[in-house]
């Protein structure tokens, strides 16, 4: 099991930037990805970016690309977001989470931490 704990959220004004962060812990060893999702109220949970833990190859959603930056380090077994120009619609819950090897999914999460974006 890997435990994964964000930490990084909260208000900010559209146009403004936030960063968040995310630990794991346990068996990281077993970590092939991480990658960060959000959730607003009333829409499901949507895929933003995630990065490759070996070949640290990253990739975006359309939606947040240019705008957001993924960047990991495995040997502290840390996963940032970087989040630039940010729009009244980014508001969501922030999920961090983990791909392990043999696994086709991201299937371990964090608890989320929230981001509001203000006009």
């Known amino acids: 099991q890997v435990q994964l704990v964000e930490s990084g959220g909260g208000l900010v004004q559209a146009g403004g930037s936030l960063r968040l962060s995310c630990a794991a812990s346990?068996?990281?060893?077993?970590?092939?990805?991480m990658g960060w999702f959000r959730q607003a109220p009333g829409k499901e949970r949507e895929f933003l970016a995630a990065?490759?833990?070996?070949?640290?190859?990253?990739h975006y959603a359309d939606s947040v690309k240019g705008r957001f930056a993924i960047s990991g380090d495995n040997a502290k077994n840390t996963v940032s977001l970087q989040m630039n120009n940010l729009k009244l619609e980014d508001t969501a819950v922030y999920y961090c989470?983990?791909?392990?090897?043999?696994?086709?999914?991201?299937?371990?999460w964090g608890q989320g931490t929230q981001v509001t974006v203000s006009s």
């Open positions: 989470a983990a791909r392990l090897m043999k696994s086709s999914t991201f299937n371990s």
């Open positions: 346990g068996r990281t060893f077993s970590i092939y990805a």
């Open positions: 990065i490759n833990w070996s070949e640290r190859l990253s």
